[in-house]
């Protein structure tokens, strides 16, 4: 069993940054490629970014390009998300994953789940 926990959420004005962490209990996260996902109220989880376990391959959605960065030390056992000009349509409960196999764009195929950690950006 893993326990993943995100935190580095809170709240900022559009334009702003904020640094996700994503950490474990129970099982290291340095077998494992990871995600992070984003759900806004009343919308699907929806993937933003994931990082294979050596960090050698990454991946986003177009419109993250850019702005976001997924990255991981796997001495620290940690992944993160560096988000720079957050808008407000970023707005939304951000979530890491371990990922099973296949593709990485779909939350099918992710395991664990942390609890999520709240992002709320302001005009």
């Known amino acids: 069993q893993v326990q993943l926990v995100e935190s580095g959420g809170g709240l900022v004005q559009a334009g702003g940054s904020l640094r996700l962490s994503c950490s474990a209990s129970g099982r290291t996260l340095r077998n494992y490629a990871m995600g992070w996902f984003r759900q806004a109220p009343g919308k699907e989880r929806e993937f933003v970014a994931a990082i294979s376990w050596s960090g050698g391959n990454i991946y986003y959605t177009d419109f993250m390009k850019g702005r976001f960065t997924i990255s991981r030390d796997n001495v620290k056992d940690t992944v993160y998300l560096q988000m720079n000009s957050l808008k407000p349509e970023d707005t939304a409960v951000y979530y890491c994953?371990?990922?099973?196999?296949?593709?990485?764009?779909?939350?099918?195929?992710?395991?664990?789940w942390g609890q999520g950690t709240q992002v709320t950006v302001s005009s």
């Open positions: 994953a371990t990922h099973r196999g296949g593709s990485y764009y779909s939350k099918n195929n992710y395991d664990y």
